[in-house]
Each structure stands twice: as structure tokens, then as C-alpha cells.
Nanobody
């Protein structure tokens, strides 16, 4: 079971980047999928989520700029990030969660770094 984030790197403020989370060893279809981020010295915060049914939710700081989607056929979860700001600088993590009583599944990727310069 593995989640691998890709697409990170350096960007100028105002630019766009797309992250991708690729799952292997399991099918994402029944999972709720999340993107979190963590900057040095701060707590991990929710960036965006998409439920197994396709309902999306966004952190207040990224609403209107980031878009999460899912491709169950490709087993990936893209995160389109537009109008990047220096405050978006962080390590971004992909997370998959599913609860089928009594089991809980909670998988995390290693993260990908985004650095946005002003």
C-alpha cells in the first residue's frame, strides 16, 4: 500500500502547479481522499478533501484557488493550485481514509515540497 505525491517544486507567486497523488496496492474508489500541508513550525492543516462520492471541501485559505478531483480509473487524486501565494509554501501530503467497521484504514504519503517565492 503506497501513496506517492508528485508535482512539487518552486513557483513564483501567482503561478499555478498541479500536484498528483498516485495510489498503489489498493483502490481509492471507496476511500475519502485528502490533501494536507505543513509548513515548518506549524501544525498540519487540511487543504482539501474529496469524499468517495465526490463531495469536496476546502480550507479557508485555499478556497477559490485550489481544486481537488479524483480519477478512480487511474487511482489518482490531483490537486490543481492556482494563484499561488508565498503562504502556500509547505510540504503537501496525500491521505486516504476509509472506515468499514470495525476496521479503519488511514494511509499517508511521504509528502512533496512546494516553495512559492514572492
Amino acid at each position: 500500500v503506497q501513496l506517492v505525491e508528485s508535482g512539487g517544486g518552486l513557483a513564483q507567486a501567482g503561478a499555478s502547479l498541479e500536484l498528483s497523488c498516485a495510489a498503489s496496492g489498493f483502490a481509492i474508489e471507496p476511500f475519502d481522499m485528502y490533501w494536507y500541508r505543513q509548513a515548518p513550525g506549524t501544525r498540519r492543516e487540511l487543504v482539501a478533501s474529496i469524499s468517495a462520492g465526490g463531495k469536496t471541501n476546502y480550507g479557508d485559505s485555499v478556497k477559490g484557488r485550489f481544486t481537488i478531483s479524483r480519477d478512480n480509473a487511474k487511482n489518482t487524486v490531483p490537486l490543481q493550485m492556482n494563484n499561488l501565494k508565498p503562504d502556500d509554501t509547505a510540504t503537501y501530503y496525500c491521505n486516504a481514509k476509509r472506515t468499514t467497521f470495525p476496521k479503519e484504514y488511514d494511509y499517508w504519503g511521504e509528502g512533496t515540497q512546494i516553495t512559492v517565492s514572492s
